[in-house]
Protein backbone atom coordinates (compact mmCIF):
# COMPACT_ATOMS: atom_id res chain seq x y z
CA UNK A 1 0.00 0.00 0.00
CA UNK A 2 1.02 3.42 -1.41
CA UNK A 3 2.41 5.51 2.24
CA UNK A 4 -0.36 8.03 2.67
CA UNK A 5 -0.54 11.31 4.21
CA UNK A 6 -3.79 12.01 6.27
CA UNK A 7 -5.57 15.38 6.63
CA UNK A 8 -4.80 15.62 10.75
CA UNK A 9 -7.30 19.29 11.10
CA UNK A 10 -9.86 21.04 9.16
CA UNK A 11 -7.33 23.23 7.83
CA UNK A 12 -5.80 20.50 6.22
CA UNK A 13 -8.71 20.15 3.95
CA UNK A 14 -8.22 21.10 0.11
CA UNK A 15 -10.17 24.82 -0.37
CA UNK A 16 -13.32 24.14 -2.29
CA UNK A 17 -11.05 25.80 -5.27
CA UNK A 18 -8.41 24.02 -5.33
CA UNK A 19 -11.07 20.58 -5.47
CA UNK A 20 -12.73 22.41 -8.51
CA UNK A 21 -9.43 23.26 -10.53
CA UNK A 22 -9.56 20.07 -11.55
CA UNK A 23 -11.44 16.66 -12.77
CA UNK A 24 -12.23 13.77 -9.66
CA UNK A 25 -9.39 11.34 -11.48
CA UNK A 26 -7.01 14.55 -11.24
CA UNK A 27 -7.95 15.32 -7.39
CA UNK A 28 -7.43 11.42 -6.40
CA UNK A 29 -4.16 10.96 -8.44
CA UNK A 30 -3.05 14.64 -6.21
CA UNK A 31 -4.19 12.57 -3.36
CA UNK A 32 -2.15 9.44 -3.94
CA UNK A 33 0.87 11.46 -4.73
CA UNK A 34 0.93 13.89 -1.16
CA UNK A 35 -0.03 16.59 -2.92
CA UNK A 36 -3.38 17.04 -1.26
CA UNK A 37 -3.86 14.90 2.19
CA UNK A 38 -6.22 11.52 2.53
CA UNK A 39 -9.51 12.18 4.93
CA UNK A 40 -8.86 10.91 8.35
CA UNK A 41 -11.54 8.38 8.37
CA UNK A 42 -8.92 6.10 6.31
CA UNK A 43 -6.18 6.31 9.13
CA UNK A 44 -9.11 5.61 12.17
CA UNK A 45 -10.11 2.50 10.39
CA UNK A 46 -7.22 1.15 9.04
CA UNK A 47 -7.29 1.72 4.98
CA UNK A 48 -6.52 3.94 2.30
CA UNK A 49 -6.66 4.45 -1.22
CA UNK A 50 -4.11 2.79 -2.99
CA UNK A 51 -4.48 2.79 -6.70
CA UNK A 52 -7.20 5.03 -9.19
CA UNK A 53 -7.65 5.09 -12.95
CA UNK A 54 -10.43 6.20 -14.89
CA UNK A 55 -13.81 4.15 -13.64
CA UNK A 56 -11.81 2.40 -10.59
CA UNK A 57 -10.64 3.24 -7.22
CA UNK A 58 -8.71 0.10 -5.36
CA UNK A 59 -8.39 0.74 -1.43
CA UNK A 60 -6.51 -1.61 0.78
CA UNK A 61 -6.95 -2.11 4.30
CA UNK A 62 -6.62 -4.65 7.62
CA UNK A 63 -9.13 -4.68 10.30
CA UNK A 64 -8.30 -4.97 13.48
CA UNK A 65 -9.92 -5.62 16.97
CA UNK A 66 -10.89 -1.44 17.35
CA UNK A 67 -13.30 -2.02 14.53
CA UNK A 68 -15.27 -4.62 15.60
CA UNK A 69 -18.57 -5.36 16.87
CA UNK A 70 -20.27 -6.68 20.77
CA UNK A 71 -19.37 -10.35 19.38
CA UNK A 72 -15.66 -9.47 18.41
CA UNK A 73 -16.02 -9.77 14.75
CA UNK A 74 -15.09 -6.72 12.15
CA UNK A 75 -18.22 -4.33 11.97
CA UNK A 76 -20.82 -4.13 9.73
CA UNK A 77 -19.44 -0.47 9.25
CA UNK A 78 -16.09 -1.15 8.59
CA UNK A 79 -17.44 -2.71 5.50
CA UNK A 80 -19.27 -0.02 4.42
CA UNK A 81 -17.19 2.12 4.68
CA UNK A 82 -14.69 0.52 2.53
CA UNK A 83 -16.71 -0.08 0.28
CA UNK A 84 -18.35 3.33 0.22
CA UNK A 85 -15.01 4.49 -0.44
CA UNK A 86 -14.09 3.07 -3.00
CA UNK A 87 -17.15 2.96 -5.03
CA UNK A 88 -17.48 6.31 -4.58
CA UNK A 89 -14.26 7.38 -5.56
CA UNK A 90 -14.53 5.21 -8.76
CA UNK A 91 -17.78 7.49 -9.69
CA UNK A 92 -15.31 9.99 -8.71
CA UNK A 93 -12.54 9.88 -11.05
CA UNK A 94 -15.70 10.52 -13.70
CA UNK A 95 -16.03 13.33 -12.38
CA UNK A 96 -15.47 16.40 -14.45
CA UNK A 97 -13.69 19.38 -13.47
CA UNK A 98 -15.90 22.14 -11.40
CA UNK A 99 -17.55 19.18 -10.44
CA UNK A 100 -18.43 17.71 -6.77
CA UNK A 101 -19.62 14.35 -5.82
CA UNK A 102 -21.28 12.42 -2.90
CA UNK A 103 -22.93 9.55 -1.94
CA UNK A 104 -26.40 8.99 -2.36
CA UNK A 105 -26.87 5.59 -0.99
CA UNK A 106 -25.08 2.26 -1.04
CA UNK A 107 -26.06 -1.63 -0.56
CA UNK A 108 -23.79 -3.58 1.14
CA UNK A 109 -23.63 -7.67 1.07
CA UNK A 110 -21.18 -9.29 3.55
CA UNK A 111 -20.46 -13.11 2.12
CA UNK A 112 -18.20 -14.14 5.38
CA UNK A 113 -16.58 -12.53 8.39
CA UNK A 114 -13.15 -11.30 7.36
CA UNK A 115 -10.79 -12.62 10.18
CA UNK A 116 -9.12 -9.97 12.03
CA UNK A 117 -5.83 -8.29 10.54
CA UNK A 118 -6.32 -9.60 7.13
CA UNK A 119 -5.12 -7.57 4.93
CA UNK A 120 -8.05 -7.23 2.06
CA UNK A 121 -8.59 -5.19 -1.18
CA UNK A 122 -11.94 -3.29 -2.09
CA UNK A 123 -12.20 -2.85 -6.05
CA UNK A 124 -14.62 -0.37 -7.03
CA UNK A 125 -15.97 0.20 -10.50
CA UNK A 126 -18.22 2.79 -11.93
CA UNK A 127 -21.05 1.65 -14.48
CA UNK A 128 -22.24 4.83 -15.53
CA UNK A 129 -21.31 8.62 -14.35
CA UNK A 130 -23.36 11.02 -16.25
CA UNK A 131 -24.91 15.13 -15.71
CA UNK A 132 -26.47 14.76 -12.35
CA UNK A 133 -25.95 10.31 -11.04
CA UNK A 134 -23.10 7.50 -10.77
CA UNK A 135 -23.32 4.36 -10.08
CA UNK A 136 -20.75 1.86 -8.92
CA UNK A 137 -20.09 -1.57 -7.68
CA UNK A 138 -17.89 -3.12 -5.34
CA UNK A 139 -15.88 -6.02 -3.74
CA UNK A 140 -13.99 -6.58 -1.33
CA UNK A 141 -11.10 -9.69 -1.54
CA UNK A 142 -8.93 -11.22 0.67
CA UNK A 143 -5.00 -10.11 -1.10
CA UNK A 144 -3.83 -13.18 0.20
CA UNK A 145 -6.13 -15.55 -1.45
CA UNK A 146 -8.79 -13.34 -3.46
CA UNK A 147 -11.32 -14.90 -0.89
CA UNK A 148 -14.50 -12.75 -1.83
CA UNK A 149 -15.68 -11.16 1.77
CA UNK A 150 -18.69 -8.47 1.01
CA UNK A 151 -20.29 -6.96 -2.57
CA UNK A 152 -21.73 -3.64 -2.76
CA UNK A 153 -23.36 -1.13 -5.11
CA UNK A 154 -23.91 2.59 -4.83
CA UNK A 155 -25.60 5.78 -6.42
CA UNK A 156 -23.65 9.11 -6.39
CA UNK A 157 -25.22 12.00 -6.81
CA UNK A 158 -22.74 14.73 -9.49
CA UNK A 159 -23.42 18.56 -9.18
CA UNK A 160 -21.96 20.92 -11.16
CA UNK A 161 -20.40 23.52 -8.71
CA UNK A 162 -19.40 27.68 -9.41
CA UNK A 163 -15.45 27.93 -8.03
CA UNK A 164 -15.65 30.53 -4.60
Not at 32 to 39: D, I, K, Q, S
Not at 46 to 72: C, L, R, W, Y
Not at 110 to 128: D, K, M
Request: charged share 15%; hydrophobic share 40%.
Amino acid sequence: MTKIRYADSPADVPPMRDVLSCSGLEFMQDMLAGRFPAPPIGRTLGFAAGSVKDGQAIFEGTPEFHVTNPMGAVHGGWYGTILDSCMACAVMTKTPKGSVYTTLEFKVNIIRPIPIGTLVRAIGNAQHAGRSTGVASGEVRGVADNRLYATGSTTCIIMKMESP
